[in-house]
């Protein structure tokens, strides 16, 4: 998995309540086991007329924001099922972080799980970063994820909260398998030992 240390990008504003997985990725993108190739996928339902064109209207159709690796969402994103296609179209169009003031909670885990990073801030603040996010290319943001701090357009600054361990995994792009493999020295010896004293096994 990537780490994630710093991110300094273009923020989308999708401030609508309640996005959930199937508007995030739409079923019929969850035939494929694979991460990769998702993110045409990504509000398919929103991106795209019925004809296949894109909606020039969806923000992420605007050249401003064709870019964009931040979202900067309304409340409760994520909600819905508990698809591990959604994290993993967003990362595929590019998207890093996602800033809101609540999420789903497996859509949350999950999203760390796969190097996306959610941030959870205040009403007002998220209003302020709307507000900067609606700048079109102007709308850039950096996050530091060590300081916990976003940086705005204009030289302002915003703290944020995080779990420790979901931070150190992040930092360190560990997701379970690297979690796993971390202690792959002290797993071949429990193995060695185990087959020394039980060679019927």
Known sequence: MQPFTTLTGVAAPLPILNVDTDMIIPKDYLKTIKRTGLGKGL?????????????????????????????????????????????????????????????????YNNCFKNGILPIVVPKDVLDRLMDDAERGANATLT??????????????????????????????????IGLTLAKKDKISSFEERAATSRPWI
């Open 143 to 176: 996050i530091d994820l060590e300081k916990q701090e976003i940086h705005g357009p204009d030289g302002g600054v915003v703290h944020f909260e995080i779990d420790a361990f979901k931070k150190h995994c992040l930092l360190n792009g560990l997701d379970d």
């Open 43 to 107: 509000f398919a339902e929103m991106r795209y007329n019925e004809d296949g064109t894109e909606n020039p209207d969806f923000v992420l159709n605007r050249p401003a924001y064709r870019k964009a690796s931040i979202i900067v969402a309304g409340d409760n994103f994520g909600c819905g099922s508990s698809r591990e296609h959604a994290p993993w179209s967003l990362l595929d169009f590019g998207i890093r972080a996602v800033i809101s003031t609540s999420f789903a909670d497996i859509f």
